[in-house]
């Protein structure tokens, strides 16, 4: 019996879970944990992230151009008649253009690190994994022919628990990009 290939958004999950797949079908066997499911959740796009990240980007030099423009011409106005008044309107106006470039340009960047950080985490995860199943591979294959002795049931079955706790443990270090992401749940400009 041979298991369906997985696709995952990052390719080096899609090639760990083939390298899982024999280990998959043992767990099956014997009733353990799907290795391959563990790996669901650290599925990523880090270059969707990464093209997003770009289009803030060119977005905030958009708004960063727009408020040189803007100043430029505040500066030609304030020239003339009630210049006092205008200006502090025009100062307000330029301070939410520059708070609107500068969220823009920190978001890309932030984007552009988080990217990178998943990058990093699922080809971290897919090497450790790979490693977890060569290592148990004549147990796996015992299993699948249908051994059932404590020892090679235990490898399975230990290697399973592995690739759990290593998901487990990639995903949990993602919490640190928590914190940098909470600046973004707040408008970056207050407009009224």
């Known amino acids: 019996?041979?298991?369906?290939?997985?696709?995952?958004?990052?390719?080096?999950?899609?090639?760990?879970?083939?390298?899982?797949?024999?280990?998959?079908?043992?767990?099956?066997?014997?009733?353990?944990?799907?290795?391959?499911?563990a790996l669901r959740h650290l599925d990523c796009a880090p270059s969707a992230i990464r093209t997003s990240a770009s289009t803030v980007d060119a977005g905030a030099q958009v708004v960063t151009s727009a408020q040189a423009e803007f100043r430029a011409g505040v500066d030609r106005a304030e020239t003339g008649g009630s210049a006092e008044t205008f200006g502090t309107w025009a100062d307000t106006v330029d301070g939410q253009y520059a708070a609107a470039a500068h969220a823009a340009t920190a978001t890309a960047a932030l984007g552009a690190r988080i990217a990178s950080r998943l990058d990093e985490l699922a080809e971290s995860a897919a090497t450790e994994v790979r490693a977890i199943a060569s290592a148990v591979?004549?147990?796996?294959?015992?299993?699948?022919?249908?051994?059932?002795s404590a020892e090679v049931v235990s490898d399975v079955s230990t290697a399973c628990t592995a690739v759990l706790r290593t998901v487990s443990a990639k995903v949990a270090s993602l919490s640190s990009l928590?914190?940098?992401?909470?600046?973004?749940?707040?408008?970056?400009?207050?407009?009224?």
Do not use: C, K, N
């Open 1 to 37: 019996m041979t298991s369906v290939p997985e696709v995952f958004e990052h390719p080096a999950l899609t090639t760990a879970a083939s390298a899982l797949s024999s280990l998959r079908l043992a767990a099956g066997r014997i009733g353990v944990p799907d290795p391959v499911a």
């Open 137 to 148: 591979a004549p147990s796996v294959a015992a299993v699948l022919t249908g051994d059932r």
């Open 178 to 192: 928590v914190e940098e992401l909470e600046p973004l749940t707040t408008p970056a400009v207050q407009l009224g």
